[in-house]
C-alpha cells in the first residue's frame, strides 16, 4: 500500500527557512516520479519541483528557482523540499506526489501548511 506522510511545515517569517519531508512507504523510488505540490489559499495546485529516478534530474517552477531544492534519500525513502529566502507568496498546502513511471497510477500525501508572514 502506498503511503505518503508530509511534515515540516509551519510559520516562518519572510527570508527564512524552512525543509519539507515526505515519508514514503509500501513503494521504492526507482519506478517513481516525486514532485512536490503546492496551493495557495484560494488558487490552483501547481507543481513547485520534480525528482525523477534514477538519473536524480531536477526541474522547478521559475517562482522558486534558486531558492528551493528538491532531494531524496533512497536509504529513508524520504524526499525533502529545501525552501530558502521565503516570501510572502509562498504561503501554500504543501503536496507530496509520487508517479508510477510505467503505470502513470499517481499518490498523494495530505499535505502540510507553510504559512510565511511577518
Known amino acids: ?43 490552483e495546485r501547481e507543481l513547485v519541483a520534480t525528482i525523477a529516478s534514477p538519473t536524480g534530474s531536477t526541474s522547478y517552477v521559475d517562482s522558486v528557482k534558486g531558492r528551493f531544492t528538491i532531494s531524496q ?8 523540499l529545501q525552501m530558502n529566502s521565503l516570501k510572502p507568496e509562498d504561503t501554500a498546502v504543501y503536496y507530496c506526489n ?14 502540510t501548511q507553510v504559512t510565511v508572514s511577518s
Open 1 to 43: 500500500q502506498v503511503q505518503l506522510v508530509e511534515s515540516g511545515g509551519g510559520l516562518v517569517q519572510p527570508g527564512g527557512s524552512l525543509r519539507l519531508s515526505c515519508a514514503a512507504s509500501g513503494f521504492g523510488f526507482s519506478n517513481y516520479v516525486m514532485r512536490w505540490y503546492r496551493q495557495p489559499p484560494g488558487k
Open 98 to 111: 509520487a508517479q508510477n513511471r510505467r503505470s502513470r497510477n499517481q499518490y498523494w500525501g495530505q499535505g
Open 73 to 80: 534519500d533512497n536509504v529513508k525513502n524520504t524526499v525533502y
